[in-house]
């Protein structure tokens, strides 16, 4: 009984592998690791948002962390931008920690608000300060000096390294879902009093998911710094950002492992192809669709479309 | 003196924080929803003041109340249609909806008014008055006026009037509430409707002098949200004097540091609240 | 030689305000006793139940448990300790199964899910629960799911177990299974402090009654004495305790 999501899983890797070959189009690859990178960013949202239950929407603050910390390590000292993601990591697990400690002890919102605030506050100051690139923003080298610059023509190399860090990241969410943290943070979500009752600690719970997301968005922030070359305050920083990480956790499914993966093949193509035919987002148009959608998602089926999905499948094995 | 000028600039501002901040916080503390799109509501309310004018030239006697019943009305709506329906269900949903009403709502207002802001005349309410030595515009000075009066109206009425009791009875214990009579549900459309209101009139008093653009709503939520939470959860008092206090943070830290920083200022101060003491001025440990 | 008791609680009051809730009670547990904690409704045993769990602070009293002063622990702290306890509104993770219910409980003393899921499955079958393992909590009934609080709880591995009314709402015949279940938990060692209204509970199982009233203990001692006594029976407006719900 368990072979068929088996069977499905090395079909779903098998077509990830060997998808981007077959198509051979380097538009059609782009976008593939635009949503792979895409999915990364949600899978790890989803550690706190989605299994934890927290409700970050000032995300951006560890991804921008990864980014920036890449392209400055690159700027201030010559390095390869990949080899600042450690010091991104480093930077966001401290902000994880300033954020989430005193606010996991309060109710959800709090910690909702003060996501929102320190991404904002982190922004503006990045904005100001010279060195940090200021509404300019940094870029990362202008030509490849090696191959650890990681700097591709094609999009391919940058498909497969994402395609690598995503199932490192959903593996280990795999993993987190069957251990003692995995059942604490539902148990958390499920009754905070009564999971406290069976000596499950919520602070370091909570946090202990945080940091795994934070640590992994920084992640996502490096590579994209690495691919796009480029990062600045409303880039990788404005909370445009972190509204699309929830949008594609929500809509594939909070909580579940493939959930996010399944809203950013949704949406990532969706956005490019709206961009096309409505003239950018500057008109606006494309995050009225995304609050719409978001609100359509937390009125009528908050577990998102992977939700409906087991749904039909409980009731046919009933 | 320039300091006393900045000063009382900011108390009239953060009078109007307090207004809206106040609606917040009874919605928060009666059902223990956040309203994400709080500050969205004043921008529509800043819009409707401003369409009042330049299509039907009428001032505030007439955006303020066209404002309080607009949003009051959209405020029952949004109880209605959405907020009912998710109170009980994960904090997903819940902050998720209200989220994505004010994502919604914001950018609705980009794509029908573009990014560029508009403001309204500086003397529609009067000339900029001096008063002890302070320039103080009529516009701010009727604001912040009419946004303390108002405010201190609504904590008189919570806790004076029947009203009142009955809609705290239903924050303290909804199924207690029942039993005495009372419906929850009219009592908490009611809050939502209150909140509505307020962002309402504070939106039609804050666009007699400051910039109204789509996006501010952005920035307010915020700023309700700092404001709530320095005050203390569910606190009306507690929003008042937050409220003044940011104003007057944020007026300061604009003069002594400059314009950009007085964001920055009032979300680290938040943050820092939130470390030392999150129950706020009012609230109980 | 007098063993020291396992859990001594020692002048505790909880005051709310001007409202003293608990107004100086003191309480033994000894080392696998089963003790009844009862009174009218509003005297108080709730609230001291609930300091006795951790949920709250107490204002003033001290209590210890093991030799250990626990008075300002916290409820995780409890259970890692050995306390475990019920509440009087089960609340079951709903979005979980029975089975994986228990399991959060089992997980305390045993990090590893392997070791857990052992340890989870001896407790459902010892609480005859193992036939809705895979079942969704919230597919239970009031019985169903009490007994899922019990078993939670009981993955703990405590020594001391405090039951909120774990037998309010049931019919004659679940509460006779009820019954069974706390003789067979007794059983092993565990100790008991039971909070209830169905006096017949009370005189069948616990070694101890203590009754409360306005906050106070007011009287202490085997059960069938307990019930008799005049200050009790005045206590509960002059109605006789035996065979009878109160309240």
């Known amino acids: 009984m368990r072979r068929a999501p088996i069977a499905a899983l090395l079909l779903l890797a098998a077509a990830s592998i060997v998808w981007p070959m077959l198509v051979d189009n380097v538009f059609y690859q782009r976008v593939g690791a635009l949503v792979l990178l895409a999915a990364i960013s949600a899978s790890a949202w989803n550690l706190i948002g989605g299994y934890a239950g927290q409700v970050s929407i000032g995300h951006a603050i560890f991804f921008g962390a990864g980014a920036y910390s890449s392209l400055l390590c690159f700027t201030d000292f010559g390095w390869p931008p990949i080899a600042g993601a450690p010091v991104g990591v480093a930077v966001s697990l401290l902000l994880a920690f300033l954020i989430g400690t005193p606010t996991f002890r309060l109710r959800g919102h709090y910690f909702s608000m003060a996501t929102i605030a320190a991404a904002e506050l982190v922004r503006i100051l990045v904005t100001t300060i010279k060195p940090l690139g200021g509404g300019v923003g940094l870029m990362g080298p202008a030509t490849p000096r090696s191959v650890a610059d990681l700097s591709f023509r094609s999009p391919l190399p940058y498909y497969y390294i994402f395609l690598g860090v995503l199932a490192v990241l959903l593996g280990l969410t795999w993993a987190m879902e069957r251990s003692r943290l995995g059942y604490y943070l539902r148990a958390v979500s499920g009754g905070e009093r009564a999971a406290q ?31 796009v ?53 500057g008109t606006g148009i494309t995050y009225v669709i995304y609050g719409a959608i978001i609100l359509l998602i937390a009125r009528f089926q908050p577990g998102g479309l992977l939700a409906i999905w087991y749904r039909r499948q409980a009731r046919r094995a009933a | 003196m320039i300091l006393a000028q900045v000063v009382a600039s900011g108390l009239l501002l953060g009078a109007v924080y307090a207004l809206f901040s106040s609606g917040l916080t009874l919605i928060w503390g009666m059902m223990n929803v956040v309203n994400f799109a709080h500050g969205d509501f004043v921008m529509l309310a800043m819009y409707v003041a401003f369409f009042a004018w330049t299509l039907g030239h009428a001032g505030p006697a007439m955006s303020l109340p066209l404002a309080a019943i607009g949003l009051f009305g959209l405020g029952a ?66 604001a912040g006026g009419v946004a303390i009066l108002l405010t201190i109206g609504m904590h008189l009425m919570l806790t004076r009037t029947m009203l009142g009791s009955r809609m705290l009875a239903v924050a303290e214990d909804r199924s207690a509430a029942t039993l005495v009579g009372i419906r929850p549900d009219r009592m908490q459309a009611l809050a939502w409707g209150l909140g509505g209101a307020s962002t309402g009139i504070a939106g039609a008093l804050i666009a007699l002098f400051y910039y109204i653009s789509p996006t501010v709503g952005e920035a307010l939520t915020l700023i309700a949200f700092v404001v709530v939470c320095l005050g203390g959860f569910g606190s009306v008092p507690g929003a008042l004097l937050a409220g003044l206090l940011i104003g007057v943070t944020e007026a300061l830290s604009a003069y002594w540091l400059g314009p950009v920083y007085q964001d920055v200022v009032v979300y680290g101060l938040f943050l820092v609240v939130l470390w030392v003491r999150p129950q706020g001025l009012l609230g109980t440990a | 030689m007098v063993e020291a008791p396992m859990l001594a609680a020692r002048g505790v009051v909880q005051a709310f305000g001007r409202l003293r809730a608990v107004d100086g009670a003191d309480l033994d547990v000894a080392s696998g006793e089963i003790v009844g904690l009862i009174g009218p409704n509003g005297a108080g045993k709730s609230t001291f139940f609930n300091a ?196």
């Open chain 1, 197 to 227: 009752s069976l000596g499950v600690g919520v602070l370091p719970t909570k946090l202990a998911a945080l940091l795994l997301s934070a640590a992994f968005t920084a992640i996502a922030g490096s590579l994209y710094a690495v691919m």
């Open chain 1, 229 to 281: 070359g480029f990062a600045d305050p409303n880039s990788v920083l404005g909370i445009l950002v972190s509204v699309k990480m929830v949008i594609m956790a929500a809509l594939g499914g909070a909580g579940t492992l493939f959930g996010p993966l399944l809203g950013a093949v949704i949406l990532v193509p969706l956005e490019e192809w709206t961009n096309d035919v409505f003239g950018g987002s």
């Open chain 2, 77 to 142: 709506l949004v109880y209605f249609a959405l907020i009912r329906h998710v109170m009980r269900g994960p904090m997903l949903a819940q902050i998720l909806s209200t989220f994505g009403l004010a994502l919604l709502l914001r950018y609705a207002a980009f794509w029908a008014f573009s990014a560029n802001f508009v403001t309204l005349p500086g003397d529609l309410v009067g000339p900029t008055l001096d008063i002890g030595g302070l320039r103080l515009q009529s516009s701010r000075l009727l």
């Open chain 3, 52 to 247: 006795l769990a951790g949920d709250r602070i107490p204002t003033a009293g001290q209590i210890c448990f093991e030799g250990r002063d626990i008075t300002r622990l916290r409820p995780a702290s409890h259970a890692r300790l050995g306390i475990a306890r019920t509440f009087q509104v089960p609340v079951t993770f709903e979005d979980m199964t029975v089975a994986e219910n228990v399991l959060v409980g089992a997980f305390l003393r045993h990090p590893r899910r392997v070791d857990a899921a052992r340890a989870a499955a001896e407790v459902l079958a010892f609480t005859g629960l193992d036939a809705f393992a895979r079942a969704p909590a919230r597919r239970l009934g009031t019985p169903g799911r009490k007994r899922l609080e019990i078993a939670r709880a009981l993955a703990t591995a405590p020594r001391l177990l405090l039951l909120d009314e774990a037998l309010a709402g049931l019919n004659p015949a679940e509460v006779q299974a009820a019954i069974g279940l706390l003789r067979r938990i007794h059983a092993r060692g565990i100790a008991l402090v039971i909070v209830e209204h169905i006096m017949e509970v009370i005189l069948t199982l616990a070694d101890r009654a203590v009754v409360f009233h306005q906050g106070r203990v007011i009287a202490a001692g085997p059960p069938r004495e307990v019930v008799e006594d005049p200050g009790v029976v005045a206590a509960y407006l002059g109605r006789s305790l035996s065979r009878r719900r109160a309240g």
